[in-house]
């Protein structure tokens, strides 16, 4: 190798007193064009620890969970409209038009048992996801999801309208008045229906839309059952009043007593207990 006249090559050797062998090489150009250079050790190189980024832990969100169980709900309903169309359009002719309560139509969805009850099942479905949609959107849950916390919603309205039934079963056979609690039977669960066809879209825009979204549509639904509620009051006082010579004020106090006062009752007891122990 030729080198210049004015290029001397000065080798120094480090000794690594941690592991006592020679680790590094030093070699230095006396040129004035030059500067001293560090030749890296010869062996493999090695990440340490500080220079990786901090590991992100994978968040397992409930969304998937969410999204199967709503999918599910609007297959169910799917399938009662195609299995059994004839019953959902008789359902809704009689819903609107107050005058085919006691026609033939109303007879042929009171005999038709499977889509009355799965429908009814839809309505305890999506009631127990929407109270837990509201309760969980209104910060008094968790995020988290909490399939005890929607069973229990889904049972107590299980029992609540199943009391309420057999309490007028019971009532009607008792007075005599057995054909009036049928007909306020039927118009009870006609309107559970459609308020759970009602709540279906509106428990997804709660599941997975912002907090603005979410409190619109909150009010929304309230006014849409409440609306409800108040057609089959009035309905039921206009189906009834000739039979029974209910008046107003006596009817009213039992609206007020029976169906009012336990719904606050239930709720009061579930916003407790939800706030004292969840």
Known sequence: ??????????????????T?????????AADSNHVPVLNPPHKKDTIKK?????????????????FYLL?????????????YSRYFI?????????????????????????PSLFLNALFVFTGGFYFYFVM?????????????FIGLAMAIIVIMYSTKFFTLKFIGWVTGYQKEADSYIF??????????????????????SDKQLVNVFTIISFIIIGLMLLMRFFRSYGLLQHRLRVSRFHFLLYIFSLELLPLLLIYKAISSFVIKYL
Do not use: W
């Open 50 to 66: 500080s220079d990786l980024l901090p590991g992100q832990p994978k968040k397992r969100g409930n969304d998937d969970i969410i």
């Open 187 to 208: 118009i009870i669960f006609l309107i559970n229906k459609i308020i759970g066809i009602c709540l279906l879209p509106v428990i997804i825009i709660l599941a997975y």
């Open 1 to 18: 190798m030729q080198l210049h006249r004015d290029t001397t090559i000065i080798s120094d050797t480090l000794y690594n007193t941690n």
């Open 71 to 83: 999918a599910a709900l609007l297959l169910m309903l799917g399938i009662i409209r195609t299995a």
């Open 90 to 114: 008789n359902m809704f002719r009689v819903f609107f038009n107050s005058s085919l309560r006691q026609s033939q139509l109303t007879d042929q969805l009171v005999q038709d048992k499977f």
């Open 20 to 28: 006592g062998t020679d680790s590094t090489s030093l070699k230095m």
């Open 136 to 148: 969980q959107r209104q910060g008094l849950i968790a995020k988290e999801i909490n399939p005890g």
